[in-house]
Structure formats: structure tokens, C-alpha cells
């Protein structure tokens, strides 16, 4: 056999698929270990500058996109498309050999048994298929009958559905677009490039009676730059929206004051912030209030860090930072009733509330990779569930008959089974 | 009312998990053909009052009591109890029981010292999907475990001399190789129905079907541990005691898919 020949063997067997498979088991557990996303700093810290190194020299910081794992799920496709095309002519003509007698009236089967002056009960106790009758090639009466023959395509229809399912999680992953945006009612902010504008209309937290959350609800309208249309809905947690082709999902909250900034007494600024977001001073930019965080329900205790006891404004606190000229110039907590000070300038903080974090997607490709996911679980069910036996009586001389039967899986089990049926 | 009542019959059902498990040893060194009859049915007992445990923890928390450690750990037993006591009458085996009642009373063992607390569902576990989700991973899980008891049974039979008391109570070991394939193909088909659906509620959830959190990472590594031992068994020379090994190693896959990535791994699956 040329070499070439011999690679294309290896290529479309099993064999490989096996390699390929265990391959990718332990680079998905190295990926699972080594926690992902991180910055060299981060992985210095906690291995040494040497691991850190490595883990970034390999990719494994980004390990589900690195080459290598893109270059194994590449082999496994090809494997599985190379297999399942090949196999496509041997399994058409197996299941026409399947559903014919020709191929087993005149052999033995995986069991067999003799004597039997009604083979139809046979048939009707092994919960076989009605019975066809036909005659052997030495022209003796014969009845044939098959069970479950689609059987023999699981394997093929579960490699079919993995193709499918990791077609459309590739050609996802590469052409969705994904935003997203947050804020309190009254708000607008972009869709990314998409020429969309989101305004939240409300944000409603239901709550139960013990003070946890039930749902979070978020309605907004959408309206397009390009045409001036305007569609409103509402998304909350586990019941996304769909609008302009696009899924919105109530994906998190957080907390937003309004700050307000006053100059010797007199009014300078005013803006809605989300934790994290920051405000340069209007006649000052180098100098940045940063809202760091918010403590609905604040507690203090000595060593350590302030934390929230619970997610209602009994006891609220909010954490800022100020900087000036990129230098910390200070960092504290204020409670409702106090102002931060520096120089001529007052800031308060006020109106604490809700705000929503919605995730904006457009995957045109989901339904593929869930589709595949259906066709897997069909094809194992058929695989494992659609068991293809066969059973055939031979009248061998007037009145007794030779029943035999074989199974593709059965083994043992059908060979139990046929021999209590038929005794 | 509900919780105190399932409270009681978790503690029964414990109980007769564990005099079956006793009665199961006592058969092994007394041999006598009567008292794997008898541990069925304590068995089968406790498998009755576990439901009813279950059914009132639901009705008490109204809702699935599919959501937290304790409830997870506990359906879990009563996921693999079922799945053995299935297998145990399809293939009339009552051995099986033997070795499946100790990881039984273990796994429940684990549920009674998790903590019973009832706690509100936070908004993103509120999904009819998370019930298709967990319940299916409960019958994959208990397949798998089975499997695993298999396999055990499988590997120590190659060690003990055969023997009568052995032939009329263990089958033969391409029997014991089938059926172990039964359980590991049905829990497969299970735990791809898992997936799925967990796919489907994490794309409702967070707009990401799939997102590579460890415990996703690890449920794919299972399947695909799983899905080359089916591939070798096709192979010649693979079957019997390489498919057993290798069922073993499946099952210590979902093991610490269940509580490794919880307990070493960071993610999203933190709450159960
Ligand atoms: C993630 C990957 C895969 C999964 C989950 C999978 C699943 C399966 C299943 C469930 C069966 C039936 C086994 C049985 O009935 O006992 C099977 C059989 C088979 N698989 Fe795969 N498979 C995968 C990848 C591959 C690949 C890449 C190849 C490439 C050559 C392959 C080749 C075969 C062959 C030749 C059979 C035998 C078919 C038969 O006997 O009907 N598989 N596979």
C-alpha cells in the first residue's frame, strides 16, 4: 500500500477517532484547570514567572481558542465527515441485506433451534414483527422477519448530529455579534455599531417577602437610527426578548446613584453613575470622582473588608476614589447624609437604584448546534434502543421447522432470551 | 409540616438502605440463597420512602428539590438506587445489589450531612429547564454508578475462583460485559439529554449556550470518556476487561464532575 494511501486509511478509521477523542478529553481538562483569561501578572502571582511564561507561551490562558485545540476539533471533523461518508454506501447496502432473508436463510444465525411445530408463536413471543413467508434457495417454505433494522444508522445519525453541532458552535462563535449595555430608566445608550438605541423604561426587582429576589425585569424600547422604527419589550431573568433579530437577556444588576457636584456653593454637575463608571469634574477633568462600589446594607467589622448583609438599602454606603492627575487623592466610604470635600468642591451622592445589565446577541447559527444536539441524542437512542434482530424458521421436513435468530448487539441476552421463549 | 415529614423518612430510608447493605454482606459470607430476596425488598422499601422524602420536599420548598448540595446529593442516590433496582429485576441479578447498596448509603450518607436549609431560588435557577437539566443528570449519574458496580463485580470475578455459588449468582462475564454496555449507553443517552438541556436554559439564562465553565468542561470530558469506551468495545480484544477498566475510569470522570469541579474548580455551577 502506497504511503499515501496509508494516511488516508488512518485518517478516516476509528482508530484515529479514538486517538483524536482521548486527545481532546485531556486538553479539555487542561483547559479546565488552569483558569483561563487571566494576565501574566495574574498567573506569576499564583504559579511563578516561569508557569506564567509557559501558560501564555502555550496558550493555555486562552486554552478552548488556542491553535492547538482548534487544530484537534479540525482532525476530529474531518475523521468523522471522512468516516461517515465512507460508511454511507456500506450502510445502504446493509440495511438493504438487513431488511432481505436472502442473507441468513440458509445459515445458523447466533442461535438456532430445532423442531418446532409452530414457528408463528416464536415469532409472536420474541415480540417480533409479523412474520413475511418466503422460500430458500433449495425451494423449502420459510418466514422472515426483522426487528428495528433503522437501528444500524444510530451510530451514523449521532456522527452526523456531532458534525452539525460543532458546525454550528464554530461558525457561532465566528459571526455572532454580542453588546452589551446598562443603565437606569430614562437612560439610552448605543448597540455597539448596529445603529440601534436602547432607552430602559423601567426596572423592576420583585421581591419576596423575605427580602430575596424573585425576578428582575427590565423594559426598554429599541429604535433604529436608520429608519426612525421603534419596537418596545421587556426581557427578565430566564425570558429573553427578541427584537430586530437580535436576543436581549436580563443578564445582571447593580447599584447607580445620581452624583451631584456643587463649586463654592453653586451648582456645577449632575449625572447618573454605575458602580465602577467614573466623573471628571466639569472645569476640572484632571481631577475624577470614580464610584467604586455600593453597600445597600453595610457592615463594618474590624480586619475586615466592608461588605453587604443584605441586598436592601437598610444601612446604605457607597465607596469612592477620587484622582487627580491620575494620582489616588483619596478613598472612603460616605453614608447618606455625608459630602465629600476637595478644595472648592462639594459631592454627594444621592437616589440609590437598580440598574440592568442586558446582554445583546445575534447567533443566526444557535438553532444548527441545537439541532445537532438533537440529532446526537436521536442517533445514540436508535443506537442503543433499536436493537436490529432477525428471525427465520426453515421448514425442514412437513410440520418441523428450525427457528434461528441473530442479534447486532443482543449477544448473550438475546441468546437467553430466545431459548426462554422458545422452550 | 412537609419538611419535618420528609426529615423522618429520610432518616427510615437511610436505615433501610443501610440493613439491606447489611443483610447483602450476610448473604456474601453466610451464602444463603434466601437473603438477597429480603434485601431486595428493604431495598425496594427504602427506594419507596425515598420517593415519598422527595415528593415532600418538594411540596414543603414548592418546587423541584433539585437545587442545592443536599438536594442534589440525595437525588443522586435515589437516582442510582433506582437505576440498580431496574437492572437487578431486567436482568434478574440480585448481586448487583450487593455492591450498589454500599455506594447507596455513602452517597446518601454525604446528602445527611449536607445542609437541609430550604433556600429561595435566586432568579436564574427559576427555569422549567434546570428540572429537565438536573433530573436526567440524576439517571446518568445512577447509570453510570451502575456501570461502575459493574465493572467492579466484572474485574473481581476474573480474581475469584468459579464456583457454584458464584455461577448460580453471578452471570458469566460476556453477560456481565453486556450489561454493564447497557448501563453505560443508557446513562450516556442521559447525560447528553443533560447537556442539551443544559444548553438550553444556560442560552435562555445568560444568551451563552455554552461557555466552557469547568463543570460544562467536565460533563464534555465524561461524554466524550464514555463515548471511547463504546468505540473500543467495537474494537476486537477490547471488550471484557479493558471496557470494565475503562468504565471504572468513566465513572471516576463523573465523580469529580460532581464534586471535584465544585470543590477544586471555580464557576458558574458554584451553587450546585
Ligand atoms: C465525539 C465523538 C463521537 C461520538 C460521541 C461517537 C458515538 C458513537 C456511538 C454512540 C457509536 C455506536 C456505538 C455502539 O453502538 O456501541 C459509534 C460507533 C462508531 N463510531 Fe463513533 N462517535 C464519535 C466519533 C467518531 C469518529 C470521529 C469516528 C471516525 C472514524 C467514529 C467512528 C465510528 C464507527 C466506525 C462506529 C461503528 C458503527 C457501527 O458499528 O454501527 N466515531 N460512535
Same mark, same amino acid.
Request: with cysteine; glycine share 4%.
Given at each position: 500500500?502506497?504511503?499515501?494511501?496509508? %494516511?488516508?486509511?488512518?485518517?478516516?478509521?476509528?482508530?484515529?477517532? %479514538?486517538?483524536?477523542?482521548?486527545?481532546?478529553?485531556?486538553?479539555?481538562?487542561?483547559?479546565?484547570?488552569?483558569?483561563?483569561?487571566?494576565?501574566?501578572?495574574?498567573?506569576?502571582?499564583?504559579?511563578?514567572?516561569?508557569?506564567?511564561?509557559? %501558560?501564555?507561551?502555550?496558550?493555555?490562558?486562552?486554552?478552548?481558542?488556542?491553535?492547538?485545540?482548534?487544530? %484537534?476539533?479540525?482532525?476530529?471533523c474531518i475523521n468523522l465527515l471522512l468516516c461517515n461518508i465512507l460508511r454511507l454506501p456500506q450502510l445502504i447496502l446493509q440495511y438493504k441485506s438487513e431488511t432481505s432473508p436472502a442473507s441468513v436463510l440458509s445459515g445458523k444465525g447466533d442461535i438456532s433451534s430445532n423442531g418446532i411445530s409452530d414457528p408463528e408463536a416464536v415469532f409472536r413471543h420474541l415480540r417480533m414483527p409479523a412474520p413475511t413467508s418466503c422460500r430458500t434457495d433449495d425451494g423449502r417454505n420459510a418466514f422472515f422477519s426483522v426487528k428495528n433494522p433503522v437501528g444500524i444508522w444510530g451510530a451514523w445519525i449521532c456522527h452526523l448530529g456531532i458534525l452539525l453541532l460543532i458546525a454550528g458552535f464554530t461558525l457561532g462563535q465566528t459571526t455572532q455579534q454580542q453588546f452589551t449595555v446598562y443603565g437606569v430608566p430614562g437612560q439610552t445608550c448605543p448597540i455597539g455599531d448596529t445603529g440601534l438605541l436602547l432607552t430602559f423604561d423601567a426596572f423592576d426587582v420583585a421581591l419576596r417577602p423575605d427580602d430575596t429576589v424573585e425576578q428582575y425585569t427590565a423594559s426598554f424600547t429599541v429604535r433604529s437610527t436608520e429608519d426612525g422604527s421603534s419596537r418596545s419589550a421587556s426581557a427578565s431573568v430566564n425570558h429573553p426578548a427578541s427584537l430586530y433579530g437580535m436576543k436581549f437577556y436580563q443578564n445582571s444588576v447593580g447599584w447607580a446613584e445620581t452624583v451631584t457636584v456643587t463649586q463654592d456653593g453653586q451648582f456645577l454637575q449632575q449625572q447618573i453613575l454605575c458602580t465602577g463608571e467614573t466623573l471628571p469634574v466639569e472645569n476640572k477633568p484632571d481631577l475624577i470622582i470614580d464610584f467604586t462600589a455600593f453597600y445597600p446594607d453595610l457592615v463594618m467589622e474590624a480586619g475586615s473588608m466592608p461588605r453587604t448583609a443584605t441586598g436592601s438599602l437598610n444601612n446604605p454606603a457607597t465607596l469612592y476614589t477620587v484622582y487627580y492627575q491620575d494620582q489616588i487623592l483619596g478613598m472612603n466610604i460616605l453614608m447618606p447624609e455625608e459630602e465629600l470635600t476637595i478644595d472648592e468642591y462639594t459631592v454627594t451622592f444621592s437616589d440609590p437604584q437598580m440598574y440592568s445589565l442586558i446582554q445583546i446577541k445575534r447567533d443566526v447559527f444557535t438553532p444548527l448546534a441545537f439541532a445537532g444536539g438533537l440529532i446526537i441524542m436521536l442517533g445514540l437512542f436508535c443506537s442503543f434502543y433499536l436493537q436490529t434482530e432477525k428471525l427465520w424458521a426453515v421448514e425442514v421436513s412437513p410440520g418441523c421447522w428450525t427457528v434461528s435468530g441473530c442479534s447486532r448487539k443482543g449477544g448473550v441476552l438475546f441468546r437467553e432470551k430466545f431459548l426462554r421463549e422458545v422452550s | 409540616m412537609m419538611l419535618q415529614l420528609e426529615n423522618t423518612l429520610f432518616i427510615i430510608t437511610m436505615l433501610l438502605y443501610f440493613a439491606s447493605m447489611i443483610l447483602y454482606f450476610v448473604f456474601i459470607v453466610a451464602k444463603k440463597d434466601l437473603i438477597p430476596k429480603i434485601a431486595i425488598l428493604l431495598q425496594l422499601a427504602g427506594f419507596v420512602l425515598h420517593t415519598a422524602a422527595l415528593i415532600c420536599r418538594g411540596i414543603g420548598a414548592g418546587r423541584l428539590p433539585l437545587t442545592n448540595q443536599y438536594e442534589f446529593?440525595? *437525588?443522586?442516590?435515589?437516582?442510582?438506587?433506582?437505576?440498580?433496582?431496574?437492572?437487578?429485576f431486567r436482568f434478574r441479578f440480585p448481586v448487583l445489589?450487593?455492591?450498589?447498596?454500599?455506594?447507596?448509603?455513602?452517597?446518601?450518607?454525604?446528602? *445527611?450531612?449536607?445542609?437541609?436549609?430550604? +433556600?429561595?431560588?435566586?432568579?436564574?435557577? +427559576? *427555569?422549567?429547564?434546570?428540572?429537565f437539566h438536573v433530573s436526567t443528570a440524576i439517571i446518568a449519574y445512577g447509570s453510570f454508578g451502575v456501570s461502575f458496580v459493574l465493572s467492579v463485580i466484572f474485574l473481581l470475578r476474573e480474581k475469584i475462583q468459579s464456583g457454584a455459588f458464584l455461577d448460580r449468582h453471578i452471570p458469566q462475564r460476556e453477560k456481565l460485559d453486556l450489561i454493564s454496555y447497557r448501563s453505560v449507553s443508557l446513562g450516556l443517552l442521559f447525560l447528553t439529554f443533560t447537556i442539551v438541556t443544559g444548553a438550553i436554559w444556560a442560552e435562555q439564562a445568560w444568551g451563552a449556550y455554552w461557555s466552557w465553565d469547568p463543570k460544562e468542561t467536565w460533563s464534555l470530558i465524561t461524554w466524550i470518556v464514555y463515548a471511547i469506551y463504546l468505540h473500543l468495545r467495537i474494537r476486537r480484544g477490547w471488550q471484557g476487561r479493558s471496557a470494565a477498566i475503562f468504565a471504572a475510569i468513566g465513572f471516576v470522570c463523573v465523580m469529580f464532575t460532581y464534586i471535584g469541579v465544585n470543590t477544586f474548580l471555580p464557576g458558574i455551577h458554584s451553587y450546585a
Open positions: 500500500m502506497s504511503i499515501l494511501k496509508k %494516511i488516508w486509511k488512518f485518517i478516516s478509521s476509528m482508530r484515529f477517532a %479514538i486517538l483524536l477523542l482521548a486527545v481532546l478529553a485531556l486538553a479539555c481538562s487542561v483547559g479546565s484547570m488552569v483558569t483561563q483569561g487571566q494576565s501574566f501578572a495574574w498567573y506569576a502571582q499564583r504559579y511563578s514567572e516561569r508557569t506564567a511564561a509557559l %501558560i501564555l507561551a502555550l496558550h493555555l490562558d486562552d486554552a478552548f481558542h488556542s491553535w492547538w485545540f482548534l487544530l %484537534i476539533s479540525a482532525f476530529l | 446529593a440525595t *437525588s443522586f442516590a435515589w437516582g442510582l438506587c433506582l437505576v440498580s433496582l431496574i437492572f437487578i445489589g450487593a455492591f450498589s447498596a454500599p455506594i447507596i448509603f455513602l452517597i446518601i450518607g454525604y446528602a *445527611s450531612m449536607q445542609s437541609k436549609e430550604v +433556600r429561595e431560588l435566586m432568579p436564574a435557577l +427559576r *427555569s422549567n429547564w434546570l428540572g
